[in-house]
């Protein structure tokens, strides 16, 4: 079956290493692009107009978050289907998807744009950045169709094993959406608007240029609009899986966006230094992220095949690989950290502010990187709940709590302080609830043999 891989047989480290790094290499470029986008916005556009890039994406994610997390729920019906080698199935799902968030997005959209001042005035940002916030808010939600179907693609193939179709196009979306920045800022001289615009635009070609394809040469995948179906238990399956994910998501985008409040109350400088911060930031979580995001497949493939066994090897081997390179990441950022931020804005008290966030946060990557492998162990085998509960836990009792009350007499680096603390959390939680081993019953599939609780994790 072109691209698929399954991830049921041979060795463990491999297939996982074969299934993460073309996700690493579209994520390299989706982070690159990110880096020069604040480049270009931070040189050419000034330190407004980051802050207000850096202020919109964290509420935008926050929209967005349900409807990610049902894509995840789906990604893993498909995957345990697919490894169970029910292609029908694994086709009424991928139907049940485009469906889904077609319409869902349609309503994010509507939603977005009529609520967009209310949410920036709630976050109480600068009025030197409020209108370009708005405008690029605006726009941005107005593609979010686009958006949705592009991503829920790329989710549908990662779950029957194909990570190389889905990097084709995320670098076609990259590069023209690097291209149209170069064009739309530097050379036309537009404002905040151009980046929302290339966004949008690059995720349509991405889109229509996947569809193309797939309805050409995939023998599972079909886009049609006159001949899709949509699977009630399927919808309830992902469901099941997709709404505890999404409200994972949700914390997450909400544990931003209260940081963002935060973090608004020390002025401009100290949100565009945020921005190329979590800019930077985020070439850190990335492997973490990516390898769990294999991860998740690989348990699903496994948990549907009834082999139980290679589950432990494959954590061993992701907690492995991403430790490894958690530290690596963690000695070239601290040791870079100020002209890392300095190539973003040469503003002396962004530097200061960008380098401290790098400082604080960076020798604590390891201990982020454990403890989404050890999630994605149970979001694999059809566990959301806990990883949910994991994630309201370290943010909304530790790290927005701890960043006011620690911002209060240490400003800033107390905002960052928090961040660690509450991966710290969120790691005892993760290690605490893998070992004791309650996922391996929560499989869509239902296996021949009962498993106890700690048969597979001695």
């Known amino acids: 079956m072109r691209g698929t891989k399954d991830l049921t047989v041979g060795k463990e480290r491999k297939l996982i290493l074969q299934f993460a790094v073309p996700m690493l290499i579209g994520s390299l470029f989706q982070q690159l692009y990110n880096v020069v986008d604040s480049l270009i916005v931070g040189n050419f556009l000034g330190k407004e107009a980051l802050a207000a890039v850096g202020i919109s994406f964290p509420v935008i994610f926050m929209l967005v978050s349900l409807l990610i997390g049902i894509t995840i729920?789906?990604?893993?019906?498909?995957?345990?289907?697919?490894?169970?080698?029910?292609?029908?199935?694994?086709?009424?799902?991928?139907?049940?998807?485009?469906?889904?968030?077609?319409?869902?997005?349609?309503?994010?959209?509507?939603?977005?744009?009529?609520?967009?001042?209310?949410?920036?005035?709630l976050l109480k940002v600068p009025p030197d950045v409020m209108e370009g916030s708005i405008a690029y808010f605006n726009i941005f939600v107005a593609g979010f169709v686009f958006l949705f179907g592009f991503n829920a693609t790329n989710a549908i193939l990662r779950g029957m094993g194909d990570t190389k179709t889905p990097l084709v196009f995320l670098i076609i979306s990259t590069v023209l959406n690097l291209s149209l920045d170069i064009i739309f800022i530097t050379v036309m001289h537009w404002g905040i608007e151009a980046v929302a615009y290339a966004t949008v635009i690059s995720q349509f070609v991405a889109f229509i240029l996947a569809a193309i394809y797939l309805?050409?040469?995939?023998?599972?995948?079909?886009?049609?609009?006159?001949?899709?179906?949509?699977?009630?238990?399927?919808?309830?399956?992902?469901?099941?899986?997709?709404?505890?994910?999404?409200?994972?998501?949700?914390?997450?985008?909400?544990?931003?966006?209260?940081?963002?409040?935060?973090?608004?109350?020390?002025?401009?400088?100290?949100?565009?230094?945020f921005t190329i911060a979590a800019r930077i930031d985020a070439f850190a979580s990335m492997p973490a992220m990516i390898f769990a995001s294999a991860l998740t497949s690989f348990v699903g493939q496994n948990i549907g095949a009834g082999k139980l066994d290679r589950?432990?090897?494959?954590?061993?081997?992701?907690?492995?690989?991403?430790?490894?390179?958690?530290?690596?990441?963690?000695?070239?950022?601290?040791?870079?950290?100020?002209?890392?931020?300095?190539?973003?804005?040469?503003d002396p008290k962004v530097i200061e502010i960008g380098a401290s966030y790098l400082l604080i946060v960076g020798f604590f990557y390891v201990i982020f990187a454990n403890m989404f492998v050890g999630m994605a162990v149970m979001r694999g085998a059809g566990d959301a709940i806990t990883p949910m509960i994991i994630t309201l836990v370290a943010l909304w009792l530790g790290r927005v709590p701890i960043s006011?009350?620690?911002?209060?007499?240490?400003?800033?680096?107390?905002?960052?302080w928090g961040i660690p603390i509450a991966w710290c959390i969120g790691f005892g939680l993760s290690s605490y609830f893998y070992w004791r081993g309650r996922w391996k019953r929560k499989a869509l599939?239902?296996?021949?043999?009962?498993?106890?609780?700690?048969?597979?994790i001695a």
């Open 73 to 121: 729920g789906l990604s893993v019906v498909v995957s345990q289907y697919f490894g169970a080698k029910d292609y029908d199935k694994v086709r009424e799902a991928v139907d049940t998807i485009y469906i889904s968030l077609f319409f869902a997005s349609i309503v994010l959209t509507a939603l977005g744009l009529f609520f967009s001042r209310d949410i920036m005035e």
């Open 215 to 273: 309805n050409k040469k995939h023998p599972i995948i079909r886009i049609s609009i006159f001949k899709m179906s949509f699977n009630k238990t399927i919808f309830r399956q992902s469901l099941k899986i997709g709404i505890p994910s999404g409200l994972q998501q949700s914390f997450v985008a909400l544990g931003i966006v209260a940081l963002i409040r935060i973090v608004n109350d020390f002025g401009t400088d100290s949100m565009a230094a």
């Open 311 to 346: 589950i432990k090897v494959g954590f061993r081997e992701t907690t492995l690989m991403t430790t490894m390179l958690a530290l690596f990441i963690s000695g070239v950022f601290i040791a870079f950290r100020v002209p890392l931020v300095s190539m973003f804005n040469q």
């Open 404 to 416: 006011y009350y620690l911002s209060r007499d240490h400003g800033t680096d107390g905002i960052w």
């Open 445 to 456: 599939i239902k296996l021949e043999t009962p498993i106890a609780d700690n048969e597979i």
